[in-house]
């Protein structure tokens, strides 16, 4: 395992934070019954996740900065911070998908925020067990980075050629293998995800639609977390940067959820930020560029796309897109 700052007690402390969360907010759910999440709702909860992953980088950097250095604690609360950005703004794409694994199913708006709570766990779960592998297998081989960066590059390039390309969900191979192999109920029963009738063991459309999201956020972690290794490759940043950004992820659904056409240029953003972190992570043994600079870029990018958006109504960026 790389060097890390994290020590036995505060990678025991996350995760009992993490586990306390989760607690508290399926106690919630469960207190408040299924409910259409409102956007002030789900404001009020992105503003707290975002505070909260603050709060930590300024106590980790007042911790460093205590025990080994303001130098030191400058640039690990930076890695954080940079981190933190990308696996955030990277989450947006994930929010796309979600929109229209929901629209296809027409899931009711008070039954999606169960699906995502559950998601939201899997994909901690997921995302822990790919980040230590990551930092196993970066500690032992390091020509891994280059593979990673390559992967990278090639990811958000074709993310920028495909940007405007709608996945057919009918087409899905995981969701035709459930059809094929799972009892479906014609119809949603609740927020259930199985039943019993007659003895028989039942699926409801919910199961296949958390089914979906959980692969979704599988196949989004491959491109995000190698991303964070070309910010840092203390395990323990980035795991709680990632963390951090994945408990945020529902409550920034609820919020964009409304408005996400709005965003139709961040996918080329997105796509360039892969292709500029996977750059710096090919160059890593010739030029680091140095955090605050990544950082920079990472927030101009998205910052311009959103902007751009905006601005540029979308039937006039697909004809640009287009040649027409």
Known sequence: MPETMGTWWMWGGFVAFVVAMVFVDMVFLRSRGAHRVSVREAAA??????????????????????????EVANERALEFLT?????????????????????????????QR?????????????RAIMILAGAWLLARFHWILYLFGAFLVITGIKMLVFAEQEPDLAKNPVLRWMRGHLRITDGYHGDRFTLRQDGVLWFTPLFLVLALIEVTDLVFAVDSIPAIFAVTDDPFIVFTSNIFA??????MYFLLAD????????????????????AKMLLLDFYKIPIALALGVVAIIIAASVVASLLVPRHKAASRVSGR
Do not use: C, Q
């Open 114 to 126: 169960r699906v995502l709570l559950y998601g939201v766990l899997g994909a901690i779960v997921m």
């Open 83 to 111: 981190g933190y950005l990308i696996e955030k703004s990277l989450a947006v794409d994930n929010i796309f998908v979600f929109i229209m694994v929901f629209t296809y199913f027409a899931v009711p708006a008070e039954y």
């Open 246 to 251: 994945i408990l945020g992820l529902r409550a």
């Open 45 to 70: 909860w992105s503003l707290v996740w975002v505070l909260l992953a603050l709060a930590f980088n300024a106590w980790f950097w007042w911790y460093l900065d205590g025990t080994v250095g303001r």
């Open 259 to 278: 408005i996400a056409d709005r965003f139709h240029l961040l996918k080329y953003g997105l796509a360039l930020v892969l292709v500029f972190i996977g």
